[in-house]
């Protein structure tokens, strides 16, 4: 496995493009357009929140046949919230779409990012997918991430190259975040590409599988959006063969390329998370099973009073124990072991007689790495999150205002 | 029902004191004792953190008989995370504080709040238990307010007068906060006492009541204490006929008049929460159940995005559409209405034309009310919370070093 350049275009048989459409007053991209060059097999994840976006429930509507050729995204509006107009309007920017790249509308996927409950200017819509098929290009990668941004500070793209049967192919993809990230598929849209042969069943079963591991153990705030969505396309230009069924080696190797390259994302994703400073990794090891693990690492992954001390470098450990104590895990609260970095802090469930002047030095490290020992079982799980700093107040007190 | 003066020790029977017993650096008053005259009726609800605070293994253990005389509470130091020491330092407090007051070790009931993981300074806390013993007084309400508080900016305090079957009865109380505070009893200590004729059986299950409906619907951040501790001390120094069970007119006269007393506890307590610039209430009505209407006020309440914007004056409904969409709670998003105080913000789960400057104008009314319609069925909750502001971060990150 190999990084290489290229981002959501480093797989053959794609183009893109990030353009200004002015749905944003910025003069920042705010609108992307990903195709392939003939219909691929695609999957999809989506948000568990009941209060889904248009676009969200047209995507999964355009995904029933497993089948899509072109993802349309603008930022600056969710088009969530908005009622039958709101479906039509996303209806219309698949439709627009396929008129520009003269394909079916139901091989458009839509996504939509930003402010909840207001309706698409549509005009403006309609005229930058003009101009992003226009801008469609082999080189757009770069484009593509720029244009999904929210409040993200920079854009987050990464490409692979892995060997399946001795035959190259490659996994890119880009993502955005960077608030309502939480549990369960956060604010984040991420869109991956690969040129592996693989149907759109098997697509789907690895998609899954990799989301739960990846996007569904980020958490920057406890947030969930009404438009998170994760697509993949696959073109199907490598020579590997047929991946048809969700076993055996060459599935593995497919999906340890996505898991590298979700994984990836999921850190870029953290480590931007509004106002963070850092990134966190939260390892919860021998956990009762799975559950008990998510649970005592979301609780920790998730807690104000962790993350605001984690932010001042404060070893406050108590925090620690207070919040996987809330959690409802099941452990013997004098048997735990806690880490930062490989630097014990609590042993047994009490201070371990750590430095005070050690442990803040090893808040500079990156990632910030907490390992919690629940001694009671032999599960173990990492989650990502960030630290809580002033800006994630400044950035979400000032942002529709 | 009449408010009147003289907080904790407004009921017949009690002496309470305040002072400074050392444990915190600064010159502030840090350890409480409350006493009755003769051994009293006593109830008590405490954590459902797996990690519990040493006083409160304690406590659930002197309670078993429903009897006690005195509470000794310290502040500066949690006695959480502290193993055998802890616990033998936690028996120490109470046998020390009988020996003061000259009575059996088991009528005391122990607390502590601050620092988790260091062990008390025994010293310090024998001394200030003399002193306090000392300082022992009908008129110390007010000091008893102070000695418990940690991040709290001012003292909590409140007394009524109610009448059951034409005899006076008092009720009062007071509570410290105001970080930590969050489902289920939070990091919460609140002392309750009235001169009431109640058997401890029947007190238990009005505390219980009540505190469903009070602390247990407060939420600050997210986080749930090691150490958080509701008592009531029954003197029976009033003249009402025994309240030996829990039904008839004077026992639901007894708990409206508990109920008042906590919720205004908890409204200081919400208002005072950590950086919190004003309070919030969040009703839900027309849930499904009781426990969908809690899931949804509760994602209300604890959402970061939700609680940011109020802090901002910003009327960012689609955060609450988000909020309740995540809960998991039943309701059809197109027919869910809210309201900010008395002005519709969201009709059918859409805009509903209001003007922004009227919505701001909004949040300077106190509290600030926001009302979810959710037409699903006919219960309806409330809860109360406070805002996320610069200061959050501040305190919490600053707290420890």
């Given amino acids: 496995m190999k990084k290489i350049d290229g ?110 409950g207001q309706q698409l200017p549509m005009d403006k819509i309609e ?80 998609l899954n599988r990799v989301v739960d591991d990846t996007y569904n153990l980020l958490t920057v705030d406890t947030d969930r959006s009404t438009n998170d969505t994760v697509i993949i396309l696959a073109t199907g230009c490598a020579e590997n063969a047929d991946i048809v069924e969700a076993n055996g080696e060459n599935y593995e190797t497919f999906c340890e390329g996505l898991q590298f390259v979700c994984t990836e994302l999921v850190k870029m994703l953290a480590r931007d998370g509004e106002g963070a400073t850092k990134l966190v990794e939260v390892v919860v090891k021998r956990a009762k099973n799975r559950e008990d693990a998510e649970k005592a690492a979301r609780a920790v992954a998730e807690s104000p009073l962790v993350k605001t001390a984690i932010f001042a470098n404060d070893a406050n450990w108590g925090r620690i124990m207070m919040a996987i104590g809330k959690s409802g895990a099941e452990f013997d609260p004098y048997q735990v072991d806690v880490w930062l970095a490989d630097y014990q802090l609590v042993k047994d469930g009490m201070d371990s007689g750590y430095d005070e002047d ?42 529709r205002t």
């Fill in 127 to 206: 005229n930058g997918i003009q101009t992003a098929a226009e801008a469609l290009s082999t080189e757009g990668g770069s484009d593509a991430a720029e244009g999904i941004m929210t409040t993200d500070t920079h854009p987050k793209s990464i490409a692979i190259e892995i060997e399946i049967d001795d035959a190259p192919v490659r996994i890119g993809g880009i993502a955005k975040g960077s608030g309502m990230i939480a549990p369960n598929m956060a604010t984040m849209l991420s869109y991956l590409t690969t040129d592996a042969r693989i149907n759109a069943k098997t697509l789907q079963i690895a």
């Fill in 7 to 116: 981002g959501i275009t480093a797989a053959q048989g794609i183009r893109a493009a990030g353009i200004h459409a002015g749905i944003k007053a910025a003069d920042t991209k705010d609108m992307t357009l990903i195709v392939t060059d003939t219909p691929a097999a695609a999957a999809g994840v989506f948000t568990k929140n009941s209060v889904t976006a248009a676009p969200v429930i047209l995507c999964r509507e355009h995904l029933s046949d497993g089948q899509a050729q072109a993802v349309i995204v603008n930022s600056g509006n969710a088009n969530a919230c908005t009622g039958e107009v709101g479906m039509a309007n996303a209806r219309r920017m698949a439709s627009a779409t396929a008129e520009q790249l003269d394909i079916d509308a139901e091989l458009v996927l839509v996504s939509s990012t930003g402010v909840i």
């Fill in 358 to 399: 050690k442990a803040t030095a090893l808040f500079a490290e990156d990632p910030v790495r907490i390992t919690i020992d629940l001694c009671a079982g032999d599960t173990k799980i990492t989650m990502w999150t960030c630290d809580y700093s002033y800006d994630y107040i400044r950035i979400n007190a000032d942002y």
